[in-house]
């Protein structure tokens, strides 16, 4: 692992291939974690949404110096197993700044969790109540209720969440088996296209608050989940996203009704994507085996199983964030089709015009931190395992304070 300041991701990304700094190979492909980038946008968040503290989902990219500078700065984390906790638990993370957000929990997970103190947990089923009850009675519960997802990239309430009638239900019952549920969580879908569906679920939460209080439960706690874009040029920007959650956490539970309301949320994408380049070598060049969409054919040494999974990971990157290593200026372009690096005939990352280019060409993957590393496999052996991390001057120099230090 390295630190070390640089102007710009390229000229990190410059530095690194011509050196090998702890890879095997020259050639090899490689991460660039730029921590700058993640302080700016936890500073970013802090100033947009006061009230609502980041746990990091360290689902999207569980890379230990970027958690590591949000739980000094503050944050939580989100995590889904005994194996994420015990990560973050080994950095020092307090017990009580974790949310066991899995709604179908390992029962070894959940008593790895109460002997180490972490208490709040989501569900969404009278079965997982009920498991909860018999292996871990005295835990935190934030009820997991669906949102209106379909939009977003990852549509998550089609798997996840009690509607409001089983809501209802399930607060009866927790009451009932004397559960201790704090609050109410969501998700609206990873990618999420529109703002309104955090006020839909803020909402249907302040109902259930109301609910909760008739059968005897005094509910303090909002989870309002992840689904802010990684990439700061998506619509709706955090801003928006922003403007629409604190307004209606002023109006469904105005500080002065819920003094002690806790609000966390649980991003992932929002600071992992743009944290991460992804720098990857040609490897293989063509001209045979084309057909009329191509006339050539290059091979670099990430694909579909090592970074880039479409329906389950992170698509192929847009090309505004794909270029070739010092710049494709004077190259012809020619309709290529770029493949990954594995005897798999369906590793095929894109078909199009590309400039030329030669075996040991660099390329950038920019903002492909999320649902990439943490998600791919190392299918015949390829796919980046070093990670180098810096802090590039341009955006600390953006900041007035000094860098973050990990
Ligand atoms: C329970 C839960 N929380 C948080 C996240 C992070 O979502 P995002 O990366 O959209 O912020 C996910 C993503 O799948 C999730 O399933």
Redesign the pocket.
């Known amino acids: 692992m390295y630190k070390m300041e640089f102007t710009t991701v390229d000229e990190a990304a410059e530095h690194f291939a011509s050196n090998l700094n702890g890879r095997k190979n020259i050639d090899d492909s490689f991460w660039i974690c730029d921590l700058a980038d993640v302080k700016n946008k936890l500073d970013r968040w802090n100033e947009l949404m006061p009230r609502v503290t980041p746990f990091y989902?360290m689902?999207?990219a569980p890379h230990l110096p970027l958690i590591k500078l949000l739980i000094d700065s503050g944050a939580g984390v989100?995590c889904?197993s005994q194996q994420e906790m015990d990560a973050v638990l080994r950095l020092g993370l307090s017990p009580d700044r974790v949310v066991y957000?899995?709604t179908a929990k390992q029962i070894s997970h959940v008593l790895h969790a109460k002997s180490h103190g972490i208490k709040l947990a989501?569900f969404d089923s009278r079965e997982e109540l009920e498991k909860m009850k018999q292996v871990f009675p005295e835990s935190e519960l934030l009820l997991?209720i669906k949102t209106d997802s379909k939009e977003?990239y990852?549509d998550?309430s089609e798997r996840?969440g009690a509607t409001i009638e089983e809501s209802f239900a399930l607060l009866e019952l927790a009451s009932h088996l004397g559960m201790n549920v704090v609050g109410i969580?969501f998700?609206v879908?990873?990618?999420?296209k529109n703002t309104s569906a955090f006020a839909t679920a803020l909402s249907d939460s302040r109902r259930l608050f109301d609910y909760a209080a008739t059968v005897g439960l005094r509910l303090k706690m909002l989870d309002i989940?992840?689904?802010?874009h990684?990439s700061m040029n998506k619509s709706p920007s955090v801003e928006k996203f922003a403007s629409v959650i604190n307004d209606s956490l002023d109006e469904l539970f105005p500080a002065i009704e819920y003094p002690d309301l806790r609000v966390i949320s649980?991003?992932?994408?929002?600071f992992?994507s743009e944290a991460f380049t992804l720098v990857s070598s040609i490897i293989g060049k063509q001209k045979t085996y084309c057909n009329e969409d191509h006339s050539v054919s290059y091979v670099t040494n990430e694909g579909v199983f090592s970074s880039f999974l479409p329906k389950i990971g992170a698509p192929v990157p847009d090309m505004e964030d794909v270029y070739i290593l010092g710049g494709d200026s004077g190259r012809k372009c020619t309709k290529a089709r770029l493949y990954g690096p594995t005897c798999a005939n369906t590793d095929v990352l894109m078909t199009r015009l590309l400039p030329d280019m030669t075996v040991g060409d660099r390329i950038l993957w920019k903002n492909t931190g999320?649902?990439t590393f943490s998600i791919g496999g190392k299918f015949n052996g390829f796919g980046a395992s070093m990670f180098y991390d810096i802090i590039t001057a341009d955006i600390a120099r953006m900041r007035s304070e000094t860098p973050p230090s990990v």
Do not use: M, V
Request: glycine share 22%; net charge positive.
């Open positions: 989902a689902k999207s989100d889904a957000s899995n989501t997991r977003s990852f998550l996840f969580s998700h879908g990873s990618g999420c989940g992840g689904g802010f990684g649980e991003p992932g994408r929002y992992a999320a649902y």
